[in-house]
T-cell receptor, first 110, second 117 residues
Framework: RKEVEQDPGPFNVPEGATVAFNCTYS??????FFWYRQDCRKEPKLLMS???SGNEDGRFTAQLNRASQYISLLIRDSKLSDSATYLC???????????FGAGTTVTVRA | GAVVSQHPSRVICKSGTSVKIECRSL??????MFWYRQFPKKSLMLMAT?????????EQGVEKDKFLINHASLTLSTLTVTSAHPEDSSFYIC?????????????FGPGTRLTVL
């Protein structure tokens, strides 16, 4: 079983729409959770951390459900520039290693 | 955020040759650097953890004699793919860890796309 699993998509949405997707992780000892964004043929860039109580950063909202071991990302009022692959990333306690999901591709169309 | 560079950004080589990829932290000292590999539509897979002045720690299934890592200074780590074969074609990405930082403090290089003919 993969450590981090994501729906690969693609999610094709019109500008202004809301899109949401989840990620599940297998290790209950996971400590830290992140969403990264990766554009085609580029390196991943941190989008936001995910906190236990859920958190928002502008149009992006992240939620964590420890009991069910999943993380979600919601994008409101989608922009063309939101088109990218979103990587779910998990970290274990006392370990700098990051475990990446394969990514969820979002395409926002005009 | 801190800046990490990689060189070259793209390399095409013949099967059997060796390729060296450099990863540099430009404005911070990285006691630890990580090397990842990403195949198309797949997740980044950690290959090894490189610590300055000591031997790298390889993940299970990664051949240390095939992927030589040297971390001779606090700002430079190199990955050498020895006797490259077409199945080694991939996107190789490094990241630098700021000393004392948590997992959030990993900064990624722009990646090196390796194509082995």
């Amino acid at each position: 079983r993969k450590e981090v699993e994501q729906d690969p998509g693609p999610f094709n949405v019109p500008e202004g729409a809301t899109v949401a997707f989840n990620c599940t992780y297998s290790n209950s000892a996971s400590q830290s959770f992140f969403w990264y964004r990766q554009d085609c043929r580029k390196e991943p860039k941190l989008l936001m951390s995910v906190y236990s109580s859920g958190n928002e950063d502008g149009r992006f909202t992240a939620q964590l459900n420890r009991a069910s071991q999943y993380i979600s990302l919601l994008i409101r009022d989608s922009k063309l520039s939101d088109s990218a692959t979103y990587l779910c990333v998990v970290n274990m306690a006392n370990d700098y290693k990051l475990s990446f999901g394969a990514g969820t591709t979002v395409t926002v169309r005009a | 955020g801190a800046v990490v560079s990689q060189h070259p950004s793209r390399v095409i080589c013949k099967s059997g040759t060796s390729v060296k990829i450099e990863c540099r932290s430009l404005d911070f000292q990285a006691t630890t650097m990580f090397w990842y590999r990403q195949f198309p539509k797949k997740s980044l897979m950690l290959m090894a953890t490189s610590n300055e002045g000591s031997k790298a720690t390889y993940e299970q299934g990664v051949e240390k004699d095939k992927f030589l890592i040297n971390h001779a200074s606090l700002t430079l780590s190199t990955l050498t793919v020895t006797s490259a074969h077409p199945e080694d074609s991939s996107f190789y990405i490094c990241s630098g860890l700021i000393a004392g930082g948590g997992p959030l403090e990993q900064f990624f290089g722009p990646g090196t796309r390796l194509t082995v003919l």
